[in-house]
């Protein structure tokens, strides 16, 4: 019989180790401290470059039988920083009560510690599993989940079914697992002119009333109604910005930025020519970013094993949800299906961070299931 891992003192190992993104390092030594002695294979590599590398990644392995199935946990271990205001310190894990407290306690070392728990009760002969894990989720993510995918790749080691740990869950552990994400893309518009006096303005360019123009406009668009499983696509400006310290001088330059979280019904290619073509009219340029795109994972067996290990753990049935910002399953999406399922997300990014103890051994339970379930 495998002796079980107590996932709290994972977490707690885990959360001790400063990881703000990009992570390295000591974090990663520690997973690997647990997952070797119960038989997995650990590679660990750095990749990019300043500024936004390098990026430490690990890929931990365990292999099957010949011919069985392949199944992959995946996250992240860096966390975003701290910020001020903690009752304890962020980086010393705290028991207060039935809480774990830390950065990191939901988002999300506390399920890569399940996680661990979980695949330390799953016999070598079920089948082959994974977990890959990066440090840079929090930021760019250029370097993280795509590297790891490159890696995997190369050496013919893809998975046929993947979770991520995510903090899906609302309101309790267990009422919601995510089966795909909306796209972002993020713009930034510069609308430039000509200097000159207040008192002269035939001998200037002022570039706001365009840049305004532009923006009403393009406030105004009404991209869908939605999807059947996504929510309508939003348009949102997110800054403006002139800079001009003198009450009596016509600005050269004026800025703006704005985001779009898109649904299925587009791609991001295609609303950045959009955007483009209303910024031409007005005179401003533009450049973009395109984060993901738009990506779903059809309600069918995967999500109907992963909700039937939700409900036999909890006695919750998940809702299947696209809601939310984006994660690095937008990019595991293109080596197989993937679906999101995690901790509650109450407190990920906030103060106090913490994670109800329980929960963790809920979670464990319901990973070992899906794990058993996927690799049959």
């Not at 990026?55 to 701290?82: I, K, Q, T």
């Not at 293109?334 to 809920?362: Q, R, W, Y």
Request: with cysteine; aromatic share 4%; proline share 7%.
């Amino acid at each position: 019989m495998i002796e079980p891992l107590d996932p709290v003192c994972v977490a707690e190992r885990l959360i001790a180790c400063a990881s703000v993104t990009p992570a390295r390092g000591a974090v990663f030594a520690e997973l690997a401290a647990h997952l070797i002695p119960i038989g997995f294979g650990i590679e660990r590599f750095v990749a990019g470059e300043a500024p936004d590398g390098p990026v430490e990644n690990l890929v931990a392995r365990r292999p099957g039988p010949p011919g069985s199935r392949h199944f992959a946990f995946a996250g992240h271990l860096d966390v975003v920083p701290p910020g001020e205001g903690w009752t304890s310190a962020p980086f010393v894990p705290e028991r207060r009560g039935d809480l774990l407290h830390g950065r990191g306690a939901v988002d999300m070392k506390g399920a890569i510690a399940a996680m661990v728990a979980a695949v330390a009760q799953i016999p070598v002969e079920a089948g082959t599993i994974s977990l890959l894990i990066t440090g840079d989720e929090e930021g760019p993510a250029r370097f993280g989940t795509v590297a790891i995918i490159d890696h995997i790749r190369a050496q013919g080691h893809l998975p046929d079914l993947c979770l991520v740990g995510e903090p899906t869950s609302v309101h309790q552990l267990g009422d919601m697992v995510k089966i795909g994400r909306r796209g972002s893309v993020n713009l930034w518009l510069t609308a430039r002119g000509a200097q000159g006096h207040v008192a002269y303005p035939h001998l200037a360019d002022n570039p706001i009333p365009r840049l305004v123009a532009l923006l009403a406009e393009l406030g105004a668009l009404h991209l869908d109604q939605g999807s059947d499983w996504f929510q309508p696509s939003n348009l949102e400006i997110t800054d403006i910005a002139v800079g001009n310290p003198a009450t009596n001088v016509i600005p050269a330059e004026a800025r703006a930025r704005l985001s779009i979280r898109f649904n299925d019904l587009h791609n991001g290619p295609d609303l950045v020519a959009r955007v483009s073509a209303i910024a031409q009219r007005h005179r401003v340029d533009t450049r973009a970013v395109i984060s993901g795109e738009a990506f779903l994972t059809p309600p069918g067996a995967f999500s109907a094993l992963v909700a039937e290990a939700v409900e036999a753990e909890t006695g919750i049935t998940p809702e299947l949800s696209t809601t939310g910002g984006t994660s690095d399953a937008r990019f595991l999406r293109a080596v197989c299906p993937v679906i999101e399922f995690g901790l509650s997300n109450a407190t990920m990014h906030k103060c106090d961070e913490a994670v109800a103890m329980a929960d963790l051994a809920v979670l464990t339970r319901i990973y070992t299931r899906i794990a058993r379930a996927a690799l049959i």
